[in-house]
């Protein structure tokens, strides 16, 4: 490293507390005593304080109604409501264990209180505790059989555990109870949607939601904008672009649109890079532009003037890394984490922002390991973006902006100075209050135009990739694909990265090597997986015939299946990112055809790695004859493999220098914004 390296009649009112249409806003610490005062000349009763608490709770009033509930608390006010609602706060402020204990204690003034059960269950839920959360909820629903939003929530926990036909069982019970829940509907339609592919039973669902609450943002996007993973056509992606984009000008058009905290959305701009359109800048600019107008998505905290006020005697760097993704199980966290260690190592005052994730809660053990300032953010964008805001920081790094709803909600303010984006998705944002995007020096000039923020070529790769190391003892596959009569083609991407065009050069592949067969791996019970199967049906019969789909593996399986590969392919449209750096771990030649492609991460690391004579194709012809020179040339086939691995291991993994251009970016930047409001 260099020298820049430094180191509860009222009772049953309980349930209107749980779920308001109005955002919450943070609690407000007071260590002095609270003086309650009423327009009455007697002094107030108990029981009419507790009723002014939960009144000011129901208006939103959220900073009042806790200095309310605090005074009750603190002068002995032993009321199952009080710990209930309070508890309520206190996770929406991301306190979840005083929250717990709060909640538990108003279970035990009233074990038979089925609401406090409910709420109880949702803050285990943001711990982790799933199980436990599940057999609160079924206490809950013994109580009270007819309590929806108890049934409602238990669908929410059996999703998170996997079990997502009796989630909608849940669901339905709880929509059979309260028709008008319009939560129900939304989350049974997510799962319908995009867990189980059934469209239009999800579609229904979805649209209920919207006529139950028809102001609400995230319902409007999950009922209205919505784009299929898998493709049919290359007519059926125009066809849905043109209504995705007619339900923008829509949502544009609408008033008094809202957004409520904690109700997520599934916008489908995910999958926009992977359609091989031109204007997925347009798309996406209209779409930050029309969902910024609903009230609740914006947070106006920033000011130029105060950042330049109180960082005037800033001696280092503070910047904030904000993902969901940062794990080792991830592709993300396997690009970014080596490079946010090395730059903790430095100077720089950093701090990890862990975004909220329902089916993962292992991230912040990770973290914590690696980092000395790691924040896990509420499950509540507002309250979440004044925590980050109130660090003033220089800048804020997101290096996966469309990949989910909560990052992309934060991202849409303003809550640095410098608000950067990264190849953790290959995709501008479409957000004009993100400023730059970190890429890699080979992507073409032309690219400048495709993105709202401003493109930033570092020297090389922005990743430091460790050398995958794989454990033999734990490899179940190893006698699987090792005929030495055929050629294995890996193609092992996610099924949406293969665009209907690319389904023509995949056969001409196969009929031009009569030995080879794909590799593929997937989740045979998920849905996408069956609809590239019936595509394939239809059109190319021959990629049914010679494809090998493997269900989703363990990790030293993967790597393994990787290593037994002939070759492998890089799509069309968009290339891999994961996926090249394994396949350079064993040489396997990657065939790849940057023409039109995103990201471009395969011909850049064969750049990087200094390749004689890489199988980068000029043309799909070319690709195509690629692939058949390595079938019939096993000389030069080994020989490629022999250069890529000591190339690689040389010039791609364990790059520990690379953190240098994002340091040196980040101050870069930093400066030059602070002297713009100088």
């Given at each position: 490293m260099d020298s820049s390296r430094q180191k509860g009649e009222k009772k049953n009112k309980i349930t209107e507390v749980r779920t308001f249409p109005v955002p919450s806003s943070p609690l407000i610490e007071n260590q002095e005593s609270i003086t309650i005062t009423t327009n009455t000349p007697s002094k107030p009763s108990k029981e009419q304080i507790i009723s002014r608490a939960i009144s000011l709770h129901s208006q939103g009033k959220i900073s009042e109604a806790a200095k309310y509930y605090q005074y009750c608390i603190n002068n002995g006010f032993n009321d199952p409501r009080v710990f209930n609602n309070y508890g309520i706060l206190l996770q929406e402020n991301s306190k979840s264990k005083e929250a717990a204990s709060c909640v538990r204690k108003a279970i035990e003034l009233k074990p038979d209180f089925a609401e406090a059960y409910s709420n109880l269950s949702n803050i285990l839920r943001g711990l982790g505790e799933l199980r436990e959360a599940e057999s609160l909820l079924r206490k809950a629903i013994a109580i009270k059989p007819n309590l929806a939003l108890a049934h409602c929530n238990l669908g929410n926990i059996l999703k998170d555990l996997g079990d997502l036909q009796e989630a909608e069982i849940s669901y339905l019970k709880a929509i059979e109870l309260k028709p008008d829940l319009a939560e129900a509907h939304a989350n049974l339609g997510a799962i319908l949607l995009r867990d189980l592919g059934n469209n239009s039973d999800a579609l229904k669902y979805l649209s209920a939601a919207t006529k139950y609450d028809p102001n609400n943002t995230s319902h409007f996007i999950n009922s209205n904008l919505r784009l299929s993973p898998i493709m049919e056509s290359n007519s059926q992606i125009d066809r849905e672009r043109n209504q995705y984009k007619k339900e923008i000008n829509n949502l544009k058009k609408k008033d008094n649109m809202y957004f409520q905290n904690k109700s997520f959305f599934n916008s489908s701009i995910f999958y926009l890079p992977y359609q091989n359109r031109p204007d997925d800048r347009l798309i996406l600019e209209d779409f930050a532009d029309a969902i910024s107008k609903s009230k609740g998505i914006i947070f106006n905290g920033f000011s130029h003037t105060e950042y330049i006020a109180s960082t005037s005697k800033r001696r280092h760097l503070k910047i904030g890394v904000c993902s969901m993704y940062l794990r080792e199980g991830h592709s993300v966290g396997r690009c970014f984490i080596n490079v946010l260690k090395d730059l903790s190592e430095t100077d720089i005052d950093m701090t990890i922002y862990i975004v909220p994730e329902d089916s993962n809660h292992s991230v912040k053990n990770e973290i914590n390991e690696s980092f000395k300032k790691v924040i896990k953010l509420p499950n509540c964008p507002k309250i979440s973006a004044k925590m980050i805001l109130d660090d003033q920081l220089d800048l804020i790094f997101y290096p996966d902006i469309g990949m989910n709803s909560f990052t992309y909600l934060l991202a849409l303010s303003r809550l640095a100075l410098v608000q950067v984006s990264g190849l953790g998705h290959g995709s501008t944002s479409g957000i004009k209050n993100v400023d730059y995007y970190i890429t890699?020096?080979?992507?073409?000039?032309?690219?400048?135009?495709?993105?709202?923020?401003?493109?930033?070529?570092?020297?090389?790769?922005?990743?430091?990739?460790?050398?995958?190391?794989?454990?033999?003892?734990?490899?179940?596959?190893?006698n699987t694909i090792n005929s030495p009569s055929k050629f294995y083609i890996g193609l092992i991407q996610s099924l949406f990265k293969i665009h209907p065009s690319y389904d023509e050069i995949l056969e001409s592949i196969l009929l031009n090597i009569k030995n080879a067969y794909l590799v593929l791996i997937t989740d045979k019970d998920n849905y996408k997986y069956k609809l590239i199967k019936e595509r394939w049906r239809k059109k190319n019969i021959l990629l049914i015939e010679r494809s090998i789909f493997f269900n989703r593996m363990g990790r030293d399986d993967l790597l393994h299946i990787t290593r037994s590969c002939d070759i492998m392919l890089d799509p069309f449209y968009f290339g891999g990112?994961?996926?090249?750096?394994?396949?350079?771990?064993?040489?396997i030649p990657c065939i790849t055809y940057p023409h039109n492609q995103k990201v471009r991460i395969a011909s850049a690391g064969y750049k990087q790695m200094k390749i004689s004579n890489p199988p980068i194709a000029i043309s799909p012809e070319d690709y195509i004859n690629w692939c058949k020179i390595y079938a019939e040339d096993k000389i030069l086939l080994e020989s490629t493999k022999k250069e890529l691995r000591q190339n690689a291991e040389k010039y791609l993994f364990n790059d520990n220098e690379i953190y240098k251009d994002y340091y040196e970016f980040f101050k870069r930047s930093v400066k030059e914004s602070k002297e713009k409001f100088r």
């Amino acid at each position: 490293m260099d020298s820049s390296r430094q180191k509860g009649e009222k009772k049953n009112k309980i349930t209107e507390v749980r779920t308001f249409p109005v955002p919450s806003s943070p609690l407000i610490e007071n260590q002095e005593s609270i003086t309650i005062t009423t327009n009455t000349p007697s002094k107030p009763s108990k029981e009419q304080i507790i009723s002014r608490a939960i009144s000011l709770h129901s208006q939103g009033k959220i900073s009042e109604a806790a200095k309310y509930y605090q005074y009750c608390i603190n002068n002995g006010f032993n009321d199952p409501r009080v710990f209930n609602n309070y508890g309520i706060l206190l996770q929406e402020n991301s306190k979840s264990k005083e929250a717990a204990s709060c909640v538990r204690k108003a279970i035990e003034l009233k074990p038979d209180f089925a609401e406090a059960y409910s709420n109880l269950s949702n803050i285990l839920r943001g711990l982790g505790e799933l199980r436990e959360a599940e057999s609160l909820l079924r206490k809950a629903i013994a109580i009270k059989p007819n309590l929806a939003l108890a049934h409602c929530n238990l669908g929410n926990i059996l999703k998170d555990l996997g079990d997502l036909q009796e989630a909608e069982i849940s669901y339905l019970k709880a929509i059979e109870l309260k028709p008008d829940l319009a939560e129900a509907h939304a989350n049974l339609g997510a799962i319908l949607l995009r867990d189980l592919g059934n469209n239009s039973d999800a579609l229904k669902y979805l649209s209920a939601a919207t006529k139950y609450d028809p102001n609400n943002t995230s319902h409007f996007i999950n009922s209205n904008l919505r784009l299929s993973p898998i493709m049919e056509s290359n007519s059926q992606i125009d066809r849905e672009r043109n209504q995705y984009k007619k339900e923008i000008n829509n949502l544009k058009k609408k008033d008094n649109m809202y957004f409520q905290n904690k109700s997520f959305f599934n916008s489908s701009i995910f999958y926009l890079p992977y359609q091989n359109r031109p204007d997925d800048r347009l798309i996406l600019e209209d779409f930050a532009d029309a969902i910024s107008k609903s009230k609740g998505i914006i947070f106006n905290g920033f000011s130029h003037t105060e950042y330049i006020a109180s960082t005037s005697k800033r001696r280092h760097l503070k910047i904030g890394v904000c993902s969901m993704y940062l794990r080792e199980g991830h592709s993300v966290g396997r690009c970014f984490i080596n490079v946010l260690k090395d730059l903790s190592e430095t100077d720089i005052d950093m701090t990890i922002y862990i975004v909220p994730e329902d089916s993962n809660h292992s991230v912040k053990n990770e973290i914590n390991e690696s980092f000395k300032k790691v924040i896990k953010l509420p499950n509540c964008p507002k309250i979440s973006a004044k925590m980050i805001l109130d660090d003033q920081l220089d800048l804020i790094f997101y290096p996966d902006i469309g990949m989910n709803s909560f990052t992309y909600l934060l991202a849409l303010s303003r809550l640095a100075l410098v608000q950067v984006s990264g190849l953790g998705h290959g995709s501008t944002s479409g957000i004009k209050n993100v400023d730059y995007y970190i890429t890699h020096g080979n992507e073409p000039t032309k690219s400048n135009t495709n993105y709202t923020e401003t493109l930033t070529r570092f020297r090389r790769l922005p990743f430091n990739f460790a050398i995958p190391k794989i454990n033999e003892n734990n490899v179940t596959l190893k006698n699987t694909i090792n005929s030495p009569s055929k050629f294995y083609i890996g193609l092992i991407q996610s099924l949406f990265k293969i665009h209907p065009s690319y389904d023509e050069i995949l056969e001409s592949i196969l009929l031009n090597i009569k030995n080879a067969y794909l590799v593929l791996i997937t989740d045979k019970d998920n849905y996408k997986y069956k609809l590239i199967k019936e595509r394939w049906r239809k059109k190319n019969i021959l990629l049914i015939e010679r494809s090998i789909f493997f269900n989703r593996m363990g990790r030293d399986d993967l790597l393994h299946i990787t290593r037994s590969c002939d070759i492998m392919l890089d799509p069309f449209y968009f290339g891999g990112g994961v996926t090249f750096y394994e396949a350079m771990t064993y040489g396997i030649p990657c065939i790849t055809y940057p023409h039109n492609q995103k990201v471009r991460i395969a011909s850049a690391g064969y750049k990087q790695m200094k390749i004689s004579n890489p199988p980068i194709a000029i043309s799909p012809e070319d690709y195509i004859n690629w692939c058949k020179i390595y079938a019939e040339d096993k000389i030069l086939l080994e020989s490629t493999k022999k250069e890529l691995r000591q190339n690689a291991e040389k010039y791609l993994f364990n790059d520990n220098e690379i953190y240098k251009d994002y340091y040196e970016f980040f101050k870069r930047s930093v400066k030059e914004s602070k002297e713009k409001f100088r």
